[in-house]
């Protein structure tokens, strides 16, 4: 017989420091800034009753009753691939974050990036400026000497 899992989410439990500043921020960069505090273990504890009814419903679908009618054998299968499960979904979520990680630096990278040009640009724009002044002045000047 095959089983099926439905797909489910599960978010780490994550800390948001403090913000030092009011300046406003992605999404992205709120969670670069977060920190995991919890492993898979505290994961599994955490969320052990959802993976429990994952397992019992992917390994017996016809069984009525749920986790607490089965026998003590299926109870430690139930167990294993609940384990199995919610091991799988946590890596999922830690390379998640981690792509989060990279996706947040290049976005901090591109930023600078065009900063840089920005203020380039700004300062291009005053060099001609001043040289147009300067051009200005000189014609002036000259306009003067003509007469």
Not at 25 to 52: C, H, M, N
Not at 90 to 96: F, G, H, K, S
Request: aromatic share 10%; net charge negative; with cysteine.
């Amino acid at each position: 017989p095959s089983t099926s899992i439905s797909p489910s989410f599960f978010f780490l439990m994550i800390r948001r420091p403090p913000r030092s500043t009011l300046s406003s921020s992605s999404a992205a960069s709120d969670v670069y800034k977060r920190q995991v505090e919890e492993g898979p273990r505290d994961f599994y504890i955490r969320t052990e009753a959802f993976w429990l009814a994952m397992a019992v419903e992917a390994l017996f679908p016809d069984h009525p009753g749920g986790y607490l009618k089965l026998a003590p054998k299926q109870h430690k299968k139930c167990i294993k691939e609940a384990g199995m499960y919610c091991r799988m979904r946590y890596d999922e979520a830690i390379a998640l974050i981690e792509q989060l990680k990279y996706v947040e630096e290049q976005r901090r990278v591109e930023d600078e990036y065009f900063k840089n040009v920005r203020e380039q640009k700004r300062q291009a724009e005053e060099e001609r400026e001043r040289r147009q002044a300067e051009e200005d002045e000189e014609d002036e000047e000259s306009s003067k000497s003509d007469e």
